[in-house]
């Protein structure tokens, strides 16, 4: 039988590296997710470039030209709209949704931080690490709520942090660990292998949705 892929969005304002791990796993016969579109709110994002030499529908909408944000989303609903879009990963995606957005997309869009959360929400996570002093950080995959990085946690990856790690030394070692989480994340909810209990994510119990990373002693 074949298998009912879910008609997936990746939203980006960049390079897209965790968008390209997800569409490198969606390209395996058995995973859940069918990757349709690609779609930026910076139309000279490098990802868009690398998307289309794959082949896949891109959508470009520059949010500076809209006068509301709420403009600005009608766009980008009425592109999810036009390919069929069942469920949405944001990668990258430097643009807060307002609340109608999300609740439209409820339990139906997720994100990739990269801090173990609720610690360190918000930018500059991996300098706000280092100076906290903290000895473990990581990255989390969460369903998307109206407020900032808040939201059920799906699966999560811890990376040890080094004395003699810099801001982009750990950003580096936590970028590859996103790209592991985050395609198990993804195959987690399309494949109906999770329910919510309140605004937390139970997980069927032969899945490990959060491996422990390890990075070489200091």
Not at 46 to 54: F, I, K, N, R, S
Not at 72 to 101: H, I, N, W, Y
Request: proline letters at 6%.
């Amino acid at each position: 039988m074949t298998l009912k892929k879910v008609r997936t969005a990746i939203l980006i304002s960049g390079r897209g590296s965790n968008m390209q791990a997800l569409v490198e796993a969606a390209r395996a016969p058995d995973y859940p997710a069918e990757i349709v579109l690609i779609a930026s709110n910076r139309p000279e994002a490098p990802g868009l470039a690398w998307a289309e030499a794959q082949g896949i529908k891109t959508l470009a909408l520059d949010h500076t030209s809209y006068a509301t944000r709420d403009a600005f989303e009608a766009s980008l609903q009425e592109g999810l709209d036009a390919v069929g879009t069942e469920f949405v990963a944001l990668a990258g995606f430097m643009r807060l949704m307002t609340p109608t957005f999300v609740k439209r997309w409820h339990d139906r869009m997720i994100n990739i931080h990269p801090s173990l959360l609720p610690s360190f929400k918000g930018l500059h996570t991996h300098a706000r690490a280092i100076a906290a002093g903290v000895r473990i950080s990581g990255c989390t995959v969460h369903f998307v709520r109206p407020e900032m990085d808040e939201g059920p946690i799906i699966a999560q990856a811890a990376v040890p942090v080094l004395s003699s790690d810099t801001e982009a030394s750990l950003a580096a070692r936590i970028l590859e660990a996103e790209h592991t989480i985050y395609p198990t994340a993804l195959r987690l909810v399309t494949s109906d292998r999770t329910r919510r209990e309140g605004e937390k994510v139970i997980i069927s119990q032969d899945v490990n949705p959060s491996p422990t990373l390890y990075s070489p002693r200091e």
